[in-house]
């Protein structure tokens, strides 16, 4: 026989994890959180900086893109989360939430309710800020945020790069000013990485009335006529069914999500009659629309150990181990991710706001996928993506077996003027490393090498080492058009007692990383639930 819950939620990331805790505050209401991934125990997903042995192996789904037609065909590694926790278990911890005006192209774009004033209250719900506060921050929320306590070295001097390029000083990407350059905020407390796993869920699962479920794939949503009324689930081949006497609720994450609602017969009819998929609702958007930033990073070889490759060598990584383990400081409390700005690709007041992202890593070859310095030398890397870039992919399935990986084709680099975009953030990106706060430390540019000249030269660049920069939404869109899939409340078109609730379901991907606009998502969409919007 089935377990019966209130609620069942599919996807233990980062906005499942606000929803099971939220939901589970009634006591009299049952819930049930079900994750593919393991518990979240690996030491890496704790300490700050073990974010760069993670965005692949065991806590990622292995995925890669279909071959890039705009990207010299290539199959792009494409890391997502699955670990309990999701994406802010495994991510650069980086705190950002977007421009407002982000929010407020959301209510044009057919999601009422989710202008920046309507929402905000949700982001300063679930912020708890160590350091900010006022109209901006929250501080008594559960999403630990604090500041990177010990910089290192070179990103200072990148920051300060900045500057003498005319990029100003930003104290806070998430206040009244978006522009500038800076330190990151991380979601870290107390020198501790702070995922919602552990700042939401954490604290709830001691509460009687909520179920967890890990190692746990969702094979299919279970209908009844129209009506979403539980999840069938593997654990270890076998197989369990949960009933949801009042809605399923799927926070799967933005690939995860339409690849469950298209084996579960939603989403584009033909496509699923393809596969032998029998069609419960037909909804063309599901899986359409992906949107993701396409990240360019340049490489920098440094004449000295500056950077955090220092601690690639043993006895220094013991050095930093031992730091960690009894004062909780150093370099075992970095992002590795520490620096970042936003600037505009035609210079200050072509735009009304930034549609420049810059991240500045305090080493080299950190993620997988990125070039690197030759072995045993030290190095620096600065990424840069085009904000809202205009191209859109697709997740589709490639067959009815859901331990398939769906085909992945985000369409990077497919308009020109992503194109146009991303190479200006290539070459503002060379010239802060060719400041003298950071060319006193560096040896070479490595990549792009002084090959790299004319506009054509750039262009190649990008399409030859831009990659996914773990920001993929609006695979099941919020909105009242045709290919919409869920309307403001998050429901489901056409469907009952069925929500999508992560980052899947934005309109259009946000001038920022998006972690914290995923926890707002399940913040607001906890109320939306209960009732309470
Ligand atoms: C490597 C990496 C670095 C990043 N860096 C940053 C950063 O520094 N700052 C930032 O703001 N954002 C960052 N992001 C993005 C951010 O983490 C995501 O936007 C956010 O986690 C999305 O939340 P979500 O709830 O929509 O999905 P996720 O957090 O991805 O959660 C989805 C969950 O659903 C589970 N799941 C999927 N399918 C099923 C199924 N069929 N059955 C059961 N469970 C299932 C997955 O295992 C996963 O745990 C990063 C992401 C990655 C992957």
């Known amino acids: 026989m089935a377990d019966a819950f209130d609620y069942v939620i599919v996807g233990g990331g980062a ?52 071959p890039q037609r705009h990207a010299n065909n290539r199959e792009i590694p494409y890391a997502q ?49 160590t350091v900010l506060s006022g109209s901006w921050h929250g501080t008594d929320g559960p999403l630990g945020v604090s500041n990177i306590p010990d910089p290192q070295l070179t990103t200072r001097a990148f920051v300060q790069s900045c500057q003498e390029l005319g990029i ?99 989403g584009p009819a033909d496509h699923l009659r393809s596969l032998g998929i029998s069609v419960v609702q037909d909804l063309p958007g599901v899986g359409q629309n992906l949107t993701d930033h396409f990240g360019i990073d340049i490489v920098a070889e440094l004449k000295e150990h ?29 992002n590795v991710v520490e620096g970042g700005a936003f600037w505009y690709a035609d210079g200050p007041g072509s735009q009304s706001c930034p549609d420049l992202q810059f991240h500045f890593l305090a080493g080299a070859g950190a993620e997988a996928g990125v070039p690197s310095v030759p072995k045993g030398a030290s190095g620096i890397t600065l990424n840069s993506y085009t904000l809202r870039p205009r191209s859109r992919g697709s997740v589709t399935l490639h067959s009815a077996d859901p331990n398939a990986a769906p085909i992945i084709d985000p369409n990077f680099l497919a308009e020109p003027d992503d194109l146009r975009v991303s190479v200006e953030g290539v070459k503002i990106s060379r010239e802060i490393f060719q400041q003298p706060s950071l060319q006193r430390h560096i040896k070479e540019i490595r990549f792009p090498d002084f090959n790299v000249r004319t506009q054509a030269d750039y262009e190649a660049y990008a399409r030859q080492y831009g990659r996914t920069s773990y920001h993929p939404v609006s695979t099941c869109r919020m909105g009242r058009d045709p290919l919409a899939v869920v309307d403001s409340s ?44």
């Open 15 to 66: 906005a499942g994890c606000v929803l099971a805790a939220r939901l589970s505050e009634n006591p009299a209401t049952r819930v049930c959180l079900v994750e593919a991934g393991g518990r979240d125990t690996h030491p890496y997903i704790h300490m700050p900086v073990g974010f760069a042995k993670m965005t692949s192996g065991p806590m990622t789904w292995g995925l890669v893109t279909a």
């Open 81 to 129: 989360a699955r670990v309990l926790g999701g994406g802010s278990s495994i991510n650069a911890e980086i705190f950002t939430r977007g421009h407002p005006s982000d929010y407020d192209r959301w209510v044009e774009e057919g999601a009422d309710g989710w202008s920046f004033k309507e929402i905000q209250k949700y982001f300063l719900r679930s912020e708890g800020n």
């Open 168 to 266: 100003p000083y930003n104290p806070d990407f998430n206040g009244p000013v978006q522009e500038g350059a800076g330190v990151y905020q991380t979601t870290t407390r107390n020198g501790r990485r702070c995922s919602a796993a552990v700042g939401y869920l954490r604290p709830a699962l001691k509460r009687p009335n909520l179920t967890l479920v890990t190692g746990a794939l969702v094979l299919r949503l279970v209908f009844e006529r129209r009506r979403a009324v539980g999840v069938e689930y593997a654990v270890k081949g076998e197989r369990h069914t949960a009933r949801a006497e009042s809605e399923v609720l799927v926070t799967s994450g933005a690939i995860g999500s339409p690849k469950l609602l298209m084996l579960s017969g939603v």
């Open 306 to 334: 500056v950077s955090l490759d220092k601690y690639n060598r043993p006895h220094w990584m013991l050095w930093a181990g031992l730091q960690y383990a009894l004062f909780r400081s150093g370099p075992v409390t970095s």
């Open 490 to 533: 998050l429901r489901v078109h056409g469907i009952d007692g069925l929500r999508i609730c992560d980052s899947s379901v934005m309109p259009s991907l946000v001038g920022s990383n998006t972690n914290a606009p995923s926890i707002m998502i399940g913040e607001k969409a906890s109320d939306l639930v209960r009732g309470n919007a």
